[in-house]
């Protein structure tokens, strides 16, 4: 059982060190420990640092590319160094290295393909109210959006088994905590939360410049990702206030011409027809993109398939060369 745990860097040389000293050497169940780190566009010391401590990989991007595809760019090095779990942390040392293992715990044990840790937000002393609440806010917002009950959806301390990681896309640009929970919701896969620690802070998040920014983001990642996997529910709900609305107005002026004063409500007949229309045109989008949606779904298991093969033949060559090479260290 091979654990990697992957590391998303943007100039971090100044912490990076106090992260990596703090990741376990060994965990009970897992027979060789890798660590990794996506370089995203550092132009300070940051692969120096990684090299000097001793990092097995380096993920190098030229210029920032954010963290999404940081995280994506990260999950595919990994598996293709053969990792049966993959544990995300980040470079300012911001959770304890040593809940890890209680991230990859109930992967071990079979009980999930993902395990997201829990912060204490409501205990964490740099976190202002605003943001706790807004914390709180944001991860209800996508227990509703993915049908689960993660109850720290912003938290990028989490693992992921070999299954899990070969069925992950991310397609925002921005970050992959919401859109990765709303699709494993989305796809059944197994997941849970559980309880873990957090370092003082190092330095200031780097990932959002104003609270307003943060929740802007998120919200417009959590929407996308609700409506790429549920579009016919959305479009369903909005065809359905249209419709009601123009029930109630169309009801509202059938009375008025009962008592004899339709003909000063003509406007409600124009809004009734605006409303009704609007409804039914919801609900034939609702209908296209949830076909697009089911095509999607097929291209998720094409692509599924497609990764299999591919990190399979990989660990394949590598067993094969390893062979070779062993044989001509005997003779």
């Known amino acids: 059982m091979k654990l990697i745990i992957q ?35 550092s132009a300070d010391d940051t692969v120096k640092v990684a090299k000097e401590w001793g990092v097995n990989y380096v993920v190098h991007f030229c210029k920032n590319r954010g963290l999404a595809k940081g995280f994506m760019a990260g999950l595919d090095a990994c598996l293709r160094n053969g990792a049966d779990i993959i544990v995300n942390t980040d470079a300012d040392n911001q959770y304890v290295g040593e809940d890890i293992e209680k991230l990859v715990r109930p992967i071990l044990d079979k009980k999930a393909e993902i ?6 937000i409501d205990n964490t002393e740099h976190f202002s109210p605003l943001k706790k609440k807004l914390q709180h806010m944001g991860s209800w917002t996508v227990r509703v959006a993915s049908g689960t009950d993660i109850p720290d959806a912003p ?46 802070e190092l330095r200031k ?11 802007k983001k998120s919200m417009i990642t959590i929407l996308r990702s609700f409506l790429m996997y549920k579009p016919l529910k959305f ?46 045109i919801s609900y ?20 599924y398939h497609s990764r299999r093969t591919d990190y399979d033949i990989e660990e394949l060559k590598k067993m094969i060369t390893q062979l070779n090479d062993n044989g001509n260290t005997e003779k």
């Not at 376990?24 to 996506?38: A, M």
């Open 155 to 200: 938290s990028g301390f989490r693992a992921y088994s070999r299954e899990a990681a070969l069925r992950m896309n991310v397609v925002n640009k921005y970050t992959y905590t919401l859109e990765t929970i709303i699709q494993a919701g989305h796809n059944r896969i197994p997941m849970m939360s559980v309880p873990i620690r957090t370092n003082p």
């Open 284 to 303: 034939l989008i609702g209908l296209q993109a949830d076909v697009i949606a089911a095509n999607r779904k097929i291209l998720e298991d094409v692509q």
């Open 7 to 41: 590391i998303p860097c943007y100039n971090e040389a100044e912490t990076l060190t106090i992260a990596l000293n703090d990741l376990p050497k060994h965990i009970d169940g897992i027979d060789e420990i890798e660590y990794l780190i996506i370089n995203d566009g």
């Open 115 to 120: 395990v997201i840790g829990e912060r204490p």
């Open 205 to 215: 998040s780097r990932l959002f410049h104003s609270m307003f920014g943060y929740v």
């Open 235 to 280: 479009f369903g709900v909005i065809g359905t206030i249209f419709c009601l609305l123009g029930s109630a107005l169309g009801i509202r002026y059938i009375v008025y011409l009962c008592l004899g004063e339709g003909a000063g409500h003509v406007q409600s007949l124009i809004l009734v027809a605006i409303f009704m229309l609007t409804g039914v």
